[in-house]
């Protein structure tokens, strides 16, 4: 079966239309292959931006790279970009604070709820609404990457004495190598406390992703402590900052190392006090008052058993005694009342530190050599030298007037020269070159390149000229001249051999024969020659 099937295949071969629609059918396949490699070389590799994303979400993104003309793929839930602009995309979206995440805030209360649905379902929709328009918000901070809200809100009863206090608890999820400061926690204690009724911010508690608790209550001594202990950091740190600032203009960038070490005292103490002056008291007001009574002798005295007694012999009278016309006056009674009113110098004086007092400080400066360029020219070198004992006075004194120094406060400042270390640069070994982005996009590129041409030359360039060329065979009808006499007295043949072409025909028969009688035409004279030559050679 096979020994019949192949000279059908090769006879299907020599048929012309059928060869030239396989040599039309290589070079399209060829073009197709050639388009394909380039338009790989030329396309750059997607890498994924987000995975896992919802509807919602992908279809957010998409938007948003297709605004800032940044060329994209959605598949599925998976947004990807080209690896060159993997961070520029990235960077947008955050920026837009893109994706947001698939929870329905108080868009499900636009949702048809149904017929029939219950006071309790109700509430517990619109307090899950509640949360993740808080959690939304939250989400919206630069540090926080997702966060989650619960909220604890009880029922409120007529039958209760007290109604319970609602609470709150926030998750949030923080960018890697992402914090949150203290005001920042305190800003999302009181967003959620000022959002829900009732709500107190002590009731709302903030932890992040690793379980840390991000608020403290204020009226423990231990959030107290982390207080005072941050107002002491930011102390030194204020005075540190002096210094260094002070002296880098002078020494240079760099060469300044400044430690500061401070006592506060955050003791409450309040005090009130009354003093008085030592001054003499001074007179303000003074009233004096006179009352003298005179006229005929009248009963004085007691009245009684003692007043109608005889006078006794006695020099002094008794005071009940009437007066005689030997007492020499005729005053009966007088009366004088004086009052007096002092001014003291008094001081009334409430007096409350502040907390956080400074008590004494402690500063330590360590400077470093500074360079000192000698020669010329080409002969210019450059040394690091210590600091004189001049120069050390005087940074001593800059540092003294930067930080406010008092030696009654018991303050201490040590200013040292010595040669910095410098530490050791770690070197950044380069990617190898086959391992670079931008050698794999070239040679990408170049390979692609290439091989459209090797597809042009060893495979377009050949089935083209196949195409083109006259689908004709070639067979040779060749003559020998023999016989040494007989070729002397012809002319010798050039090569003894003639080349004949005519079209190809179904029979090899007939292929001859339109050759000969193409020959014939072409050069009768050749021909006879052959002719003869085979004459000869039968007789012969």
């Known amino acids: 079966m096979a020994s019949v099937s192949l000279p059908a295949v090769r006879q299907l071969k020599d048929v012309p239309a059928l060869r030239q629609l396989a040599v039309l059918a290589g070079i399209a396949a060829a073009v197709a292959v050639g388009l394909l490699i380039w338009s790989w070389s030329q396309k750059p590799g997607y890498v994924p931006v987000y995975s896992d994303l919802s509807d919602k979400d992908a279809a957010e993104l998409a938007d948003a790279l297709r605004a800032a003309d940044i060329p994209m793929r959605l598949d599925g839930g998976t947004v990807t970009v080209p690896q060159a602009q993997l961070y520029d995309a990235r960077l947008k979206l955050a ?239 007088q009366s004088k009342q004086e009052s007096r009113t002092y001014e003291l110098d008094r001081t009334l004086s409430h007096t409350r530190q502040s907390v956080g007092r400074l008590k004494r400080l402690s500063v330590a400066v360590l400077v470093d050599h500074i360079p000192k360029t000698e020669g010329e020219g080409k002969d210019q070198k450059t040394t690091l030298v210590a600091l004189t004992p001049e120069q050390l006075g005087k940074v001593e004194a800059l540092v003294k007037e930067a930080v406010g120094f008092d030696a009654s406060r018991g303050d201490t400042v040590s200013v040292q020269n010595s040669a910095f270390v410098q530490p050791d640069v770690p070197t950044i070994e380069a990617l190898p070159v086959w391992q670079q982005p931008q050698v794999l996009s070239i040679a990408r590129q170049t390979g692609g390149v290439l091989l459209v041409l090797a597809l042009i030359l060893f495979i377009l360039r050949p089935a083209l000229r196949q195409l083109l060329a006259t689908p004709t065979a070639m067979p040779a009808l060749e003559g020998t001249v023999e016989g040494g006499a007989q070729a002397a007295a012809t002319k010798p043949l050039v090569d003894d051999r003639l080349s004949l072409q005519a079209v190809a025909t179904p029979s090899p028969y007939d292929q001859k024969l339109q050759l000969a009688r193409k020959a014939v035409g072409d050069d009768p004279k050749r021909v006879a020659q052959v002719v003869k030559s085979w004459i000869g050679a039968e007789g012969g």
């Open 95 to 333: 920026a837009q604070g893109l994706p947001h995440g698939a929870s329905q805030g108080f868009e499900s209360m636009q949702q048809d709820q149904g017929f029939g649905t219950s006071q309790f379902v109700e509430n517990a929709r619109y307090q899950h609404a509640q949360e993740t328009e808080l959690a939304r918000t939250i989400g919206s901070l630069q540090p926080v990457r997702g966060a989650r809200v619960h909220l604890a809100i009880p029922k409120p009863s007529a039958f209760a004495s007290r109604d319970e206090a609602p609470s709150a608890s926030v998750f949030v999820e923080l960018y890697s190598g992402r914090t949150l400061e203290a005001d920042q926690v305190a800003s999302i204690v009181h967003l959620v406390a000022s959002s829900v009724p009732g709500l107190l911010p002590a009731a709302v508690t903030v932890i992040d992703q690793f379980g840390h608790l991000l608020t403290n209550d204020a009226d423990s001594a231990l959030a107290r402590t982390a207080e005072q202990f941050d107002y002491t950091r930011r102390v030194e740190s204020d005075f540190q900052r002096r210094i260094e600032q002070l002296l880098t203009p002078m020494l240079g960038a760099g060469r300044v190392s400044a430690q500061v070490a401070a006592d506060l005292d955050f003791a409450e103490t309040e005090e009130a006090r009354e003093q008085y002056g030592p001054d003499p008291a001074k007179v303000r007001s003074e009233q004096i008052s006179e009352d003298t009574q005179r006229g005929a002798r009248t009963a004085a005295g007691v009245p009684g058993a003692t007043s109608n007694e005889p006078p006794s012999q006695s020099n002094n009278p008794k005071l009940n005694q009437l007066a005689g016309p030997d007492s020499g006056s005729d005053v009966q009674s």
